[in-house]
């Protein structure tokens, strides 16, 4: 019987966007994420296409599963491309998972909710010669990573995670077993030079900075967030922070809010309004819109990172210790073209086991 592991990433190998990476363990074939990138504007799907150049596949319907990390959109949004593919493919993710994408997808949620199946962290599922489990992953609520139990050896998906705990959601809680293959998303695996200080990262702490000093000069502030789900945490760190600040939030936001409310996660506070109702006096606006052309508000980009940087991913990697990392959702450093990475400094660790691959787009290889 074959017993060969392959991986092939699909989109999101050394970029953020389209994360979609093909797994082939013996007669299994999975995909873990489904998502969809941009650049200038321009919208990206992974590229399904390319798995049918590969001896591994004829059809798309020989993938059997899809297990999808988290709601980001960069990890779940080419979803409804892929089952027009494979309607039959079954899909995993967690109930909270579930929830944002319904809101996040709207009227395409529809056409991919019959493929969908609820899991719960530490919940395990039998395949034909897998076993498989969901890990909570820190980074956002509902995320999860993915843990394979093929012939013996543990694969570990990680998704987007953190080591810490964010404002609506702990950290990541790692398996208790030995790790032989980490699929890691390493946002920060190639910038030495970024670094989070404690809990909070330090753009969050700018925007907060910023939102402070402009309502007290009676100055309103428009706050666009890149990610639906992100601006529902900047609510909570405004509330908890900046208790005073009336914030006027717009529908998609909204939703996402009435979502968590749903499932007892508590966002809301009597400062905190639709963005239907007229603002009066210094508030904030969050919004997933551009901000109006000429306006007197303070314009604040609202993006932060909800991930570790680059030590505490060189630590996370030194402690599973795997024998093979595949590191993925890895951009280059773009401001520093610094030449450090993960595989350097645990390269000159003698403790380190690990060897370490930096996967293309469509190139695959076995584990
Ligand atoms: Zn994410
Ligand atoms: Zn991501």
New binding site residues.
């Given amino acids: 019987m074959d017993g060969r592991m392959i991986f092939m990433a699909l989109g999101g190998a050394q970029e953020v966007g389209a994360s979609c990476y093909f797994l082939k363990l013996g007669e299994n074939n999975l995909l873990l994420d489904c998502g969809c990138g941009s650049t200038r504007g321009i919208r990206f799907a992974p590229q399904f296409s390319a798995l049918l150049d590969t001896p591994y596949l004829q059809d798309f319907h020989q993938v059997s599963h899809v297990f999808l990390s988290?709601a980001?959109l960069?990890?779940s949004a080419a979803l409804p491309d892929f089952l027009e593919l494979n309607e039959r493919a079954a899909v995993y993710m967690t109930d909270l998972t579930r929830e944002i994408l319904s809101a996040q997808l709207e009227d395409r949620f529809a056409t991919i909710e019959r493929n969908i199946s609820s899991v719960a962290f530490l919940q395990k599922i039998p395949l034909p010669r897998l076993s498989i489990s969901f890990h909570q992953a820190g980074?956002?609520p509902g995320?999860m990573m993915t843990l394979i139990n093929f012939r013996g050896k543990n694969i570990l998906y990680t998704?987007?995670y953190s080591t810490f705990p964010t404002q609506l959601v702990g950290s990541a809680l790692l398996p208790n077993v030995k790790i032989d293959i980490l699929i890691l998303c390493g946002l920060h695996a190639r910038h030495p030079n970024y670094r989070r200080f404690g809990d909070t990262d330090s753009a969050l702490k700018k925007i907060l900075r910023k939102i402070y000093y402009a309502l007290r000069r009676g100055k309103s502030v428009y706050c666009r967030v890149t990610?639906i789900s992100k601006g529902v945490e900047l609510i909570t760190l405004i509330n908890k922070f900046l208790p005073q600040a009336e914030i006027f939030i717009d529908e998609r936001v909204m939703k996402i809010v009435h979502r968590f409310e749903n499932l007892h996660i508590r966002i809301m506070s009597a400062q905190n309004h639709p963005l239907s109702v007229l603002p009066r006096g210094p508030h904030v606006i969050l919004s997933t819109m551009p901000p109006p052309l000429h306006s007197s508000m303070e314009i604040l980009n609202g993006d932060f990172s909800?991930?570790d940087d680059f030590i505490t991913t060189v630590e996370f990697v030194r402690r599973l210790n795997p024998t093979v990392c595949v590191v993925v959702h890895s951009p280059p450093d773009k401001l520093f073209h610094a030449r450090t990475t993960l595989e350097q400094v645990l390269i000159n660790d003698p403790d380190s086991r690990t060897s370490f691959i930096f996967p293309q787009t469509g190139e695959p290889f076995e584990l």
Avoid: E, K, T
């Fill in positions: 988290h980001h960069d990890h980074h956002i995320a998704g987007d990610q909800l991930h």
